[in-house]
């Protein structure tokens, strides 16, 4: 156990080409993921919080569903999507990044849109009657509200982060775990677990939660200037 | 000038009589004030001017038109600012207007500067105190140059001395062209303020006159009680 733990911190401090190769692309697959589903969470979560249509209801209930996705069920389905008899087979995107992306986005999405019209109802609730003496449009009450929820909606952001990075299944299907090409630190971990190799899956489990607990520290201390520069 | 014509206003929600039969005419320069006691319907009317509440019964003219226009701003007692500065707080109200980045900027500040806010612009809106929000949700109705601007109870929550400010600014915002209808608990404030006065009770409009006229010589008993300090409403709600 000793010399397991002792072996992963030596493969971190001579930044091992394998474990700096590994956690370089899962930094990429969840900063592209993150990005993605940024821009299409954010926005599609403030609009069912703010706009009044028919079914409005059950897209929240299934928005809100969607967060707790199986990420193989979701995995599955892409691959069949990207797969040579699929739809999108001829793009010859399975075992890429690009379709680890793909797959986790699928997943990341409903979260930051759940949380983000969560955040973005509550914050309505207080705004609705000023912006509607203010004549506000649609586009410029989401767009408000989204303003003014930042700090709380990183939150949102970070819980997409933190799936997309802690995520095993769908990239290991649609990815294909190929060493120096799609393989991540949750997908590293699991193989090498298998295989034996203790050390390097010790060494990424390390990287892995030093990276969640930035992040969250991150996140915390922004809030906290926030709470004090604008109340 | 900005007419709005109320006939026959009637708000009943569930069954709970707010206003009935209200007929108001709102068509001459100047600042009219709304006085009445607590629950008369002050700020439903209000808000049913603004557009942001639909009567139950009766009609209402905008300028020639059923819809509320652009032309109208208001100001609620408790403005939400949002977590941001005081300009971008000020030049909230300017974005349906489509103006260029420029023009907004120009017009916010000028705004900020008459209010007496301009050197607080980089400021967080929220760490403001209550008369200064108060003036920066009027500078944020002001840069939107209505036609009519409508204030619910602006100084309720205010000292003297900030009420006095915010007083001198709706002065000048009426100074500046724009018709003023607003709801006010404070009798001297409204002696001070307004040119003429209606007064609502139980969700009717009991009487409606020139200032001096009303306070000198109120028409209806209602007024006249009002005027002194009794509360036959209450008494009647206790029996």
């Known amino acids: ?231 | 000038m900005f007419p709005i014509q109320l006939s026959n206003i009637r708000f009943t929600p569930d069954g709970r009589t707010v206003l009935t039969g209200v007929d108001l005419d709102i068509d001459a320069e100047g600042i009219t004030v709304i006085i009445g006691p607590n629950g008369a319907g002050k700020t439903v009317l209000l808000r049913i001017m603004a557009g942001l509440q639909t009567p139950h019964d009766g009609a209402i003219n905008w300028n020639g038109d059923d819809n509320p226009a652009t032309g109208i701003a208001m100001v609620f007692q408790h403005p939400v600012l949002l977590r941001s500065s005081v300009f971008h707080n000020a030049g909230l109200g300017l974005k349906p207007f489509g103006l260029s980045r420029a023009e907004a900027k120009r017009r916010t500040l000028q705004t900020l500067e008459r209010v007496g806010l301009a050197h607080r612009a980089e400021d967080s809106a929220r760490l403001l105190s209550g008369g200064e929000r108060q003036r920066l949700a009027l500078a944020r109705a002001w840069a939107m140059r209505p036609q009519l601007l409508l204030l619910d109870e602006p100084t309720a929550a205010l000292d003297p001395s900030a009420t006095d400010v915010v007083e001198g600014i709706v002065r000048e915002i009426r100074t500046d062209g724009t018709r003023i209808v607003m709801t006010t608990h404070n009798l001297g404030q409204a002696m001070r303020i307004s040119d003429d006065i209606v007064f609502l009770a139980n969700g009717r409009v009991i009487e409606r006159a020139p200032t001096s006229r009303f306070f000198a010589r109120p028409q209806s008993n209602e007024a006249k009680l009002f005027i002194q300090g009794e509360l036959p409403w209450r008494i009647s709600f206790d029996n």
């Open chain 1, 1 to 231: 156990m000793l010399n397991t733990l002792l072996e992963a911190f030596s493969l971190l401090s001579r930044l091992d080409s394998q474990v700096v190769a590994i956690v370089w692309l899962s930094f990429k697959v969840a900063l592209a993921t993150v990005t993605l589903a940024t821009l299409i969470g954010l926005p599609f979560g403030a609009l069912v919080a703010v706009a009044s249509f028919p079914g409005r209801g059950a897209v929240t209930v299934f928005l809100n569903a969607m967060m707790g996705l199986p990420s193989v069920v979701v995995g599955v389905i892409v691959y069949l999507i990207l797969s040579r008899s699929g739809p999108f087979g001829d793009m010859g995107l399975l075992y890429s990044p690009t379709a680890m992306v793909m797959a986790q986005t699928v997943l990341v999405v409903p979260l930051i849109a759940a949380l983000t019209r969560q955040i973005v109802e509550d914050a309505w609730r207080t705004y609705a009657t000023e912006f509607r003496s203010m004549h506000f449009s649609l586009r410029h009450s989401v767009a408000a509200l989204l303003y003014d929820c930042r700090y709380s909606l990183v939150v949102a952001v970070l819980a997409g982060a933190g799936r997309s990075l802690s995520e095993v299944g769908a990239v290991m299907i649609v990815g294909g775990n190929i060493e120096g090409y799609t393989r991540v630190m949750t997908t590293a971990i699991a193989l090498e677990t298998a295989k034996g190799d203790l050390p390097l899956s010790l060494a990424l489990g390390m990287v892995l939660l030093t990276l969640v607990l930035l992040l969250n520290t991150g996140a915390y201390h922004l809030r906290l200037w926030a709470m004090r520069k604008y109340g």
